[in-house]
Nanobody
Framework: QVQLVESGGGLVQAGGSLSVSCAASGTIFSINAMGWYRQAPGKQRELVAT???????NYSASVKGRFTISRDNAKNTVYLQMNSLKPEDTAIYYC???????????????WGQGTQVTVSS
């Protein structure tokens, strides 16, 4: 159906920058929203940012002004540029896509495998 493959992430010092990307592939009829969520140890998964097809974006308050989400619709790829990183940004970052595969009549949520982002103090 739909597979999401993330890349990027890694280790950076506080104040630094990292970027992650996520490419969707498979039998995709359409993709509505794409986004990033994160989960820190011992915490629930939380929204980081989302972007819909027309480019409208939504950010969590904790990352607004520091992170930028963008999307290449032709490549079915979503990007997250993370600047001014803080130790509390440390988490596994998961890509999400709300997509409709071919031969399906409704959208479904798909998730990537996650990529680790670690910010040292």
């Amino acid at each position: 159906q739909v597979q999401l493959v993330e890349s990027g992430g890694g280790l950076v010092q506080a104040g630094g920058s990292l970027s992650v990307s996520c490419a969707a592939s498979g039998t995709i009829f359409s993709i509505n929203a794409m986004g990033w969520y994160r989960q820190a140890p011992g915490k629930q998964r939380e929204l980081v940012a989302t972007i819909v097809g027309d480019g409208n974006t939504n950010y969590s308050a904790s990352v607004k002004g520091r992170f930028t989400i963008s999307r290449d619709n032709a490549k079915n790829t979503v990007y997250l540029q993370m600047n001014s990183l803080k130790p509390e940004d440390t988490a596994i970052y998961y890509c999400n896509a709300r997509a409709r595969p071919y031969r399906f009549f409704s959208e479904h949520d798909y998730w990537g495998q996650g990529t680790q982002v670690t910010v040292s103090s």
